[in-house]
Antibody, heavy 116, light 112 residues
């Protein structure tokens, strides 16, 4: 059974770059799935950030596209998120998830706070 | 403002039936894209509840059901239980200039 686990710094300074990794276990990241990032600001709803296929193909939310990079490391069975020029508005719980049209499973999520 | 519109809150007494609507447009639900539903219990990650408009993953009780018609979809919960109190989100795809993947704003279900 596939499981996902996010990791990365919980605090990022304004104007800095947020970097997170999602480790995939119980299955191969090279399977026929897309791998996604979704975030949830405190007390608010879900926002799709983007997705990557094991080939490296990506799709991004247009509202974040200029600041987002998602990459994949097949040798480590993981994929990563970089979000640049962060502000307080980027404070959120960041989830990684497997995408099959729907999202399942999800990682437990990691809170990233943008503050000096 | 979310591309998919959900009521902010719904409530019901134990044993009752409640429905949560998810209204889209001709560029998402109305274009034929499937709708999926998630349940998010307090302090936890979202969990897939319904996929492909009306299909339940293994382990999801048959008290939960989904439907889709035109530019809208609905989640119905029958025999309401205290443990159903959670936030519920619908999700689909959009072919316009908006996000490739779109979520509803979420609905807080309160069991009275």
């Amino acid at each position: 059974q596939v499981q996902l686990q996010e990791s990365g710094p919980g605090l990022v300074k304004p104007s800095g770059t947020l970097s997170l990794t999602c480790a995939v276990s119980g299955g191969s990241i090279s399977s026929s799935n897309w791998w996604s990032w979704v975030r949830q600001p405190p007390g608010k709803g879900l926002e799709w950030i983007g997705e990557i296929y094991h080939s490296g193909s990506t799709n991004y939310n247009p509202s974040l596209k200029s600041r987002v990079t998602i990459s994949v490391d097949k040798s480590k069975n993981q994929f990563s998120l970089k979000l640049s020029s962060v502000t307080a508005a980027d404070t959120a719980v960041y989830y990684c998830a497997r995408a099959v049209n729907w999202f399942d499973p999800w990682g437990q999520g990691t809170l990233v706070t943008v503050s000096s | 403002q979310s591309v998919l519109t959900q009521p902010p809150s719904v409530s019901g007494a134990p044993g009752q039936r409640v429905t949560i609507s998810c209204t889209g447009s001709s560029s998402n639900i109305g274009a034929g894209y499937d709708v999926h539903w998630y349940q998010q219990l307090p302090g936890t990650a979202p969990k897939l509840l319904i996929y492909g408009n009306s299909n339940r993953p293994s382990g999801v009780p048959d008290r939960f059901s989904g439907s889709k018609s035109g530019t809208s979809a609905s989640l119905a919960i029958t025999g309401l239980q205290a443990e159903d109190e959670a936030d519920y989100y619908c999700q689909s795809y959009d072919s316009s200039l908006s996000a490739h993947v779109v979520f509803g704003g979420g609905t807080k279900l309160t069991v009275l």
